[in-house]
């Protein structure tokens, strides 16, 4: 049961341009979202979360945007650097009982071409 | 301004020796989770820890592996009696204690390959 999807296995991008990487997920219960870059042979490096009181959040080149009815968020990169060029996982959890687990997508590979 | 330490970064075992991987979290924080990445698949949780408690272990298989954070020292995940499918990069994240209601990020290690033969 893959609670958290991200459906498009990569995507490729000319620098400068935006990036847009999506995640749907299906348990209403998740109040709280997390995007996470990771590089080949490293941990996830966390880029930038979002609760579900809110629905866009904002950090220099990143925002999230939050769509509740819909059970859908998605990572705007704006512009798109060479560097950012990773693999890109959400991640969402929510509280009581639950509290700390987070359930991840599958990833998404985002290569930006110079 | 450490972060997440895990170590070591590469262990190989022969199937049915035992593997042990260790974590220490970033300064401050008293929360420890472990995660495991199979090839080609996403980071799936597997158990949380506070200092000497178990909180969450329902991501844990139910044999050969266990976890603990001790009051001094590393949080040790081992694994008994390895098999080829224990495979796989294992990943350590901490993070702060949380106000009420608030969900705190976790932050990661760089993780440790694990290699069975």
């Known amino acids: 049961d893959q609670q958290v999807k991200q459906n498009s296995p990569s995507l490729s991008v000319q620098e400068g341009r935006i990036s847009i990487l999506n995640c749907d997920y299906t348990n209403s219960m998740f109040d709280y979202f997390l995007w996470y870059k990771k590089y080949p042979a490293e941990g996830p490096t966390f880029l930038i979360s979002i609760s579900s009181i809110k629905d866009k959040n904002e950090d220099g080149r990143f925002t999230v945007f939050l769509n509740k009815s819909a059970k859908h968020l998605s990572l705007h990169i704006v512009p798109s650097q060479p560097g950012d060029s990773a693999v890109y996982f959400c991640a969402a959890s929510y509280g009581g009982t639950s509290y700390g687990k987070l359930t991840f997508g599958q990833g998404t590979i985002l290569t930006v071409h110079p | 301004n450490a972060g997440v330490m895990q170590n070591p970064r590469h262990l190989v075992r022969r199937r049915g020796q035992e593997a042990r991987l260790r974590c220490s979290p970033m300064?401050?924080?008293?929360?420890v989770y472990w995660y495991r990445q199979l090839p080609e698949e996403g980071l799936k949780f597997m158990v949380y820890?506070?200092?000497?408690?178990?909180?969450?272990e329902s991501g844990m298989p139910k044999e050969r592996f266990s976890a603990e954070f001790p009051k001094e020292g590393p949080s040790i995940l081992r694994i008994q009696q390895v098999v080829r499918g224990d495979s796989a990069a294992y990943f350590c994240?901490?993070?702060?204690?949380?106000?009420?209601?608030?969900?705190?990020?976790?932050?990661f290690g760089p993780g440790t390959r694990l290699l069975v033969l």
């Open positions: 994240a901490s993070s702060p204690p949380a106000g009420v209601g608030l969900q705190e990020t976790q932050y």
């Open positions: 820890l506070q200092k000497e408690n178990i909180i969450d």
């Open positions: 300064k401050g924080h008293s929360h």
